[in-house]
């Protein structure tokens, strides 16, 4: 009987902090050794690769339920399939409450939806109404089955929460130990701005843009961090657009705040300029936050170097343009900018578009670029080291990966469900080349090879890092009573 399952011969195995010559050999799943030399065992020739930690996605929308029926057209077989191909090996996705309805109305369908995926996973739970039995019962219920996060939302119809509701939910976050997940955009600025923009005949996509400035992004972002500092209840922001939202975080954090801060990689390649393309195709750049312009692009950059950014997942939340009754078009060609679904497509072109605008572009080094793809989502979402490095112990999700391929991105080598990428046309430096996920060769030469249902539910138990600063105004403590 072979010493491994499997040994990944010959490559450069690089982690959130080494680079280093080694093969990986690979037993029940798990990352047994590193070193030097290994034999005995089937080998994945990694000459002239890196070896980096499969990627771990904290921010997409897989087969969300909606709430008048149905489901997103990403499937959690398509999504995995996507991820895959793309060198992602685990997802956070999300489990939506219902407005008016208890979260034990749609928890378990997700739990059977999700049961097909091929990557491992776990959620986020929405919260759209903080009722006394949410926020008393259920809550407490589900962060100790393992979900130990929760999403809010400042702004959307229906899902967005008053700031009442928005310290309903960070107080029960402090009472279980979860952490608390927002979007941060003004809702009823946004709204005030759309009724205005639709009453002068502003209505084509690029004003999509023009309905929420930064500004509304950044109030949101610093009225988020003061409820959360109340409450003494650490929080992440989710895709920040621009480092004017960015310089609120950073002062946050210089005063000790637990607060973290994630992008995407739109904000880094599209610009609000592309939902003024011709026609109808501005629609394909839609989401929110709104991409904003080449300076912010830049700017981003610098959030990244000096730590304020520390996480890049995908906001996947595709919608196809194509198509009777759904996505973009669904209520035709010509549709205001407010009936335009939102969302772009992400989780197969995440890992290639960092790479390429970051390492190849000498932008960031390649630790940087797996700490914020990988090793960085892990530990704030208590998945490390399981998941995010290459170690003894860890699971053997790994990714061979090509630093000089030249690649034009198209929607087939993405393996989405969704009907278009933003992307298209664009070239890329680097390139996955195969996926282990489990110690089991999933993805080879753009091949998805994993079957149905492998995937695992990655529950989470207490960690440290989002334990409470322990730091009240008056030392009261109201998420005891609210």
Same mark, same amino acid.
């Given at each position: ?274 939902? =003024?393309?011709?026609?109808? #195709? !501005? ?5 929110? &936050? ?6 912010? *692009?830049? @700017? ?118 969704? =009907?278009?990428?933003?992307? #298209? !046309? ?5 390139? &996955? ?6 110690? *089991?060769? @999933? ?40």
């Amino acid at each position: 009987m072979p010493d491994f399952d499997l040994i990944i011969r010959g490559g450069t195995v690089v982690t959130a902090a080494d680079t280093f010559r080694a093969d990986v050999g690979i037993r029940g799943g798990k990352v047994a050794v590193l070193a030097d030399t290994l034999s005995d065992g089937p080998v994945l020739d990694a000459g002239g690769l890196l070896v980096l930690p499969g990627g771990v996605d904290s921010h997409c929308h897989i087969e969300q339920l909606r709430a008048g029926g149905g489901a997103d057209e990403e499937s959690f077989v398509t999504g995995s399939t996507s991820c895959l191909a793309g060198g992602t090996t685990s997802v956070i996705t999300f489990s939506a409450q219902h407005k008016g309805h208890p979260i034990r109305d749609t928890l378990p369908e997700y739990r059977r939806r999700a049961a097909q995926a091929m990557v491992d996973y776990s959620f986020h739970q929405i919260i759209t109404d903080p009722t006394d039995e949410v926020v008393r019962n259920e809550i407490p219920e589900i962060v100790a089955s393992g979900i130990r996060s929760l999403k809010v939302f400042l702004t959307y119809e229906p899902s967005h929460l008053d700031d009442r509701q928005f310290l309903r939910v960070l107080a029960a976050a402090r009472r279980t130990g979860a952490l608390v997940t927002v979007h941060c955009e003004n809702y009823d600025a946004i709204g005030w701005r759309t009724e205005a923009l639709m009453e002068a005949g502003r209505t084509a996509p690029k004003y999509h843009a023009w309905s929420r400035p930064p500004v509304i992004e950044r109030e949101a972002t610093y009225r988020a961090i003061a409820l959360a500092e109340l409450v003494d209840q650490p929080i992440q922001v989710f895709h920040v657009s621009c480092s004017e939202v960015a310089a609120e975080i950073a002062r946050a954090q210089a005063r000790g705040l637990k607060v973290w801060a994630e992008t995407c990689p739109q904000y880094f390649v599209l610009e609000a300029a592309d939902m =003024d393309r011709p026609g109808f #195709e !501005g629609a394909k750049f839609i989401c929110s &936050p709104s991409p904003r312009d080449s300076a912010s *692009r830049a @700017a981003l950059w610098g959030d990244i170097h000096r730590g304020t950014i520390d996480i890049v997942s995908s906001d996947h939340s595709g919608s196809s343009y194509e198509g009777e009754g759904k996505g973009k078009r669904a209520r035709g060609g010509n549709a205001p900018f407010p009936m335009i679904p939102n969302g772009v497509p992400g989780l197969g072109s995440r890992l290639p578009i960092m790479f390429s605008e970051g390492v190849a572009q000498g932008r960031i080094d390649v630790n940087t670029f797996v700490r914020l793809v990988a090793s960085n989502p892990a530990k704030l979402f208590g998945l490390y080291p399981q998941k995010g490095t290459i170690a003894p112990g860890s699971d053997a999700d790994i990714v061979l990966w090509d630093p000089t391929r030249q690649v034009t991105v198209t929607n087939a080598l993405l393996q989405h469900v969704i =009907d278009y990428t933003p992307y #298209e !046309g664009m070239q890329v430096t680097g390139w &996955p080349v195969a996926t282990v996920k489990g110690g *089991r060769v @999933a993805m080879r030469d753009g091949k998805v090879q994993a079957e149905p249902g492998t995937g695992k539910f990655l529950a989470r138990a207490p960690y440290d890092l989002i334990k409470r600063r322990g730091v009240l105004p008056d030392g009261f403590d109201a998420a005891q009573f609210a």
